[in-house]
């Protein structure tokens, strides 16, 4: 079956830094886009950040010009470096792979908790 596993998370001060991975496993890493999510208490899921099969990034505005996601289709990871971390930045952070083809499926992790606070 499809895993995907985050780890990475923690408590950090603002400005400070950390990188989040997922490790996904049971489908073919490759051929499928990938997305970091988060959600605060209280508030909408909302994507972060996507990168496509050939490495083609988007970004939500709040995290643009702090935020980077990678992916190694080697070790079939995906991470998403955070640098200047706000107290908005606070939310538990999902991992999501797309497999586009025959039919668009999602999958989901279990989420990884991101605590920005001085």
């Known amino acids: 079956q499809v895993q995907l596993v985050e780890s990475g998370g923690g408590l950090v001060q603002p400005g400070e830094s950390l990188t989040i991975s997922c490790a996904v496993s049971g489908i073919i890493f490759s051929m499928i886009d990938l997305g970091w999510y988060r959600q605060a208490p209280g508030k909408q899921r909302e994507l972060v950040a996507s990168?496509?099969?050939?490495?083609?990034?988007k970004y939500a505005d709040s995290v643009k010009g702090r935020f980077t996601i990678s992916r190694d289709n080697t070790k079939k990871m995906v991470y998403l470096q955070m640098n200047s971390l706000k107290p908005e930045d606070t939310a538990v952070y999902y991992c999501?792979?797309?497999?586009?083809?025959?039919?668009?499926?999602?999958?989901w992790g279990q989420g990884t908790q991101v605590t920005v606070s001085s």
């Open positions: 990168i496509t099969t050939i490495r083609s990034t």
């Open positions: 999501n792979a797309v497999k586009p083809l025959p039919r668009k499926l999602d999958y």
